[in-house]
Nanobody
């Protein structure tokens, strides 16, 4: 089983930036897909971004494309989410997750989850 710990959340003004980190321990991260999701009260947890651990290829939700960048560091078993040009609509709890599927996007494809980190963007 993979254990995931997120960090890097906080309060930022509109237009600002934050970098989230997610460190994995336990079973090796390699060959999995890493993902970031976010959730606000009363809403479903939504997909934000994913990275192929083997190739580094990334995929983004339309709402964050061009503003967020996901990456991974194989040596550190860590994935990152660089968030730029933040908007109040980005306010949410952000969760990292892992999947055993190569091109995972759906929430149900991800089997391991972190505890979440709060991101708040003030207007």
């Amino acid at each position: 089983q993979v254990q995931l710990v997120e960090s890097g959340g906080g309060l930022v003004q509109t237009g600002g930036s934050l970098r989230l980190s997610c460190a994995a321990s336990g079973r090796a991260f390699s060959s999995y897909t890493g993902g970031w999701f976010r959730q606000t009260p009363g809403k479903e947890r939504e997909f934000v971004a994913a990275v192929s651990w083997s190739t580094g290829g990334t995929y983004y939700a339309d709402s964050v494309k061009g503003r967020f960048t996901m990456s991974r560091d194989s040596a550190k078993n860590t994935v990152y989410l660089q968030m730029n040009s933040l908007e109040p609509e980005d306010t949410a709890v952000y969760y990292c997750a892992t999947s055993i599927y190569a091109n995972a996007r759906a929430r149900g494809d991800f089997g391991s989850w972190g505890q979440g980190t709060q991101v708040t963007v003030s207007s």
